[in-house]
């Protein structure tokens, strides 16, 4: 157990996240000094890390055993800069951790989910590409290689939103929250389908509902991308997927539509009937996500679906016609290393989609595969530099290019998730919900609408209750709660 002891009550997750990042699966704490330390952490901790900053000094020591065995401290001059005392202070404790745990990050400081945002906000400032990666290494320690990726990325982004009139447009999300089974890594609000079986209609139909009432608010905007993800939606029978499209169809002018994404996802609920459904409605990109090419790892994972079942699913998505197709894959699976990675990313490539999504596993603290970690620790979880770069280097021989990249907390050794894509193939609606710029109107339970006035500054968040239940009951209340949102921030509704 790690303890961090801070003087004021500020930054807390950043030194939080910092130093978790150093020792993952290690306990680490914060504790404000003059706090009472009722669980006595501070005495049984095997490393205490105290942070005292002022106005002008910043200074760090680190203790085992109640002796000091390092510090580090200096001037500061820019107290009143929040966002300078913060880098400055993570700088510090990052070169003390390096010591401590003699060992880098390749993000260096940076511990937010969305690390090309800076690069993009210093190119739109008319900084240059090299000056943007010297500024990346210097302020917060990335890597050579992360720089230059950010930067290979944030030029992407840019060159897509270029050609897309995002301060005037608005994308959709759809939300199903039902799976076949729920993942052993999976934390997000989704529900096996067999026991909410009998409660698909009832959603489908106060989805509906909140679609139709909401859409007539703002039939005057521009509506750019769609995504309906989950869960996993083709969960849904035919006739539900066909009455929920139609509703789509009939709510949404879809003048200038850039890109209709349908994340049908568990090869397992994927059948021809339901992929021509999609196709009679115009869906321009789907997704298929194995997540791994091992029966035995899906097994651990809880996935009811085989290798040979997601490649029938994909050739058949072929031969109903889609030619945008997507892959998402896990490293860092329980169990997997790298020579397993090698051989999913072969039998992808034989596949030949058009674009592909790699997630660094990230263990959230509901998954089951944190709450019962004891049962799964043998097995091993790695991820590290050959297995990423193995990635990158695959990515490169299928013809793919990285177009969007962000991060979460907790993640197999503190990489990334990237999306790679063939030209003119990367997915629209990833990047403006990484980059923030656009206002995407969320349906469903758990689904979070996010309103940006101006882009770039703090965006408004409207979210609808998680619990598919209490969404049926509460329709109205969420459908008021947003159309009193987007009035609020956007002045659009309609009197």
């Known amino acids: 157990m790690i303890v961090i002891q801070l003087n004021k009550p500020d930054f807390e997750y950043d030194t939080h996240s910092l130093v978790r990042a150093f020792c993952q699966g290690e306990e680490v704490y914060v504790i404000g000094k003059g706090e009472e330390d009722k669980e006595n952490k501070i005495g049984t901790c095997r490393l205490l890390i105290d942070i005292t900053y002022s106005f002008d000094q910043i200074k760090i020591e680190f203790y085992k055993e109640g002796k000091k065995i390092s510090q580090g401290e200096s001037s500061l001059d820019f107290y009143e800069d929040r966002k300078k005392t913060k880098n400055y202070l993570k700088r510090l404790l990052y070169q003390l951790l390096e010591e401590e745990f003699e060992k880098e990050l390749s993000w260096g400081t940076l511990t937010g989910i969305r690390p090309v945002k800076i690069a993009v906000h210093l190119i739109q400032e008319g900084m240059k590409d090299e000056a943007v990666i010297q500024h990346l290494k210097d302020e917060y320690l990335i890597s050579d290689e992360k ?15 270029s050609s897309l009139d995002y301060e005037h447009g608005y994308s959709v999300y759809i939300g199903i929250p039902f799976c076949p089974s729920i993942c052993l890594y999976c934390s997000f609000s989704s529900y096996p389908l067999q026991a909410y079986e009998k409660k698909v209609d009832a959603y489908v139909d106060a989805l509906i509902h909140e679609i139709e009432i909401v859409s007539k608010q703002i039939s005057h905007k521009k509506l750019n991308t769609i995504y309906i993800g989950g869960g996993t939606p083709s969960t849904l029978t035919p006739k539900q997927l066909e009455k929920l499209l139609e509703a789509v169809d009939r709510c949404f002018v879809k003048d200038h539509l850039k890109e ?32 791994t090419m091992h029966d035995e790892t899906l097994k651990i994972i809880g996935r009811k679906h085989n290798t040979e079942e997601t490649i029938q699913a994909f050739q058949l998505a072929r031969r109903v016609g889609f030619d945008n197709i997507n892959m998402d894959i896990i490293v860092g699976l329980p169990g997997e290393n790298k020579d397993e990675v090698k051989t999913t990313l072969g039998k992808i490539k034989e596949l030949d989609p058009d674009s592909l999504t790699v997630h ?22 790695v991820n590290n530099k050959e297995i990423m770069d193995l990635v990158a280097g695959e990515a490169d021989s299928m013809e793919m290019e990285p177009y969007y990249l962000y991060r979460q907390k907790n993640m197999a050794g503190n990489f990334e998730n990237v999306g790679y894509a063939k030209v003119d ?71």
């Not at 990726?149 to 982004?157: Q, Y």
């Open 147 to 161: 720089a230059h990726l950010c930067m290979d990325i944030a030029n992407k982004e840019l060159n897509l939103l």
């Open 260 to 291: 209709y994404t349908v994340e049908v996802g568990r090869p397992d609920s994927i059948d021809e009937d339901k992929l021509q459904v999609l196709r009679n409605h115009h869906i321009s990109r789907i997704s298929i996500n194995p997540q």
């Open 360 to 381: 660094s596993l990230a263990i959230k603290r509901a998954a089951r595969l944190n709450i019962f970690k004891d049962r799964y620790q043998e097995l091993g979880i």
């Open 425 to 495: 193939k990367a997915g629209i609606y990833n990047i403006l919900i990484m980059e923030e710029v656009q206002s995407i109107l969320a349906f469903g339970a758990g689904a979070i609408t996010k309103i940006v006035k101006d882009p770039g500054e703090k965006l408004q968040r409207i979210e609808n209750v998680k619990d598919v239940d209490l969404y049926i009951e509460r329709i109205d209340e969420m459908i008021e709660r947003k159309l009193q949102g987007i009035k609020n921030l956007m002045g659009d509704v309609e009197a």
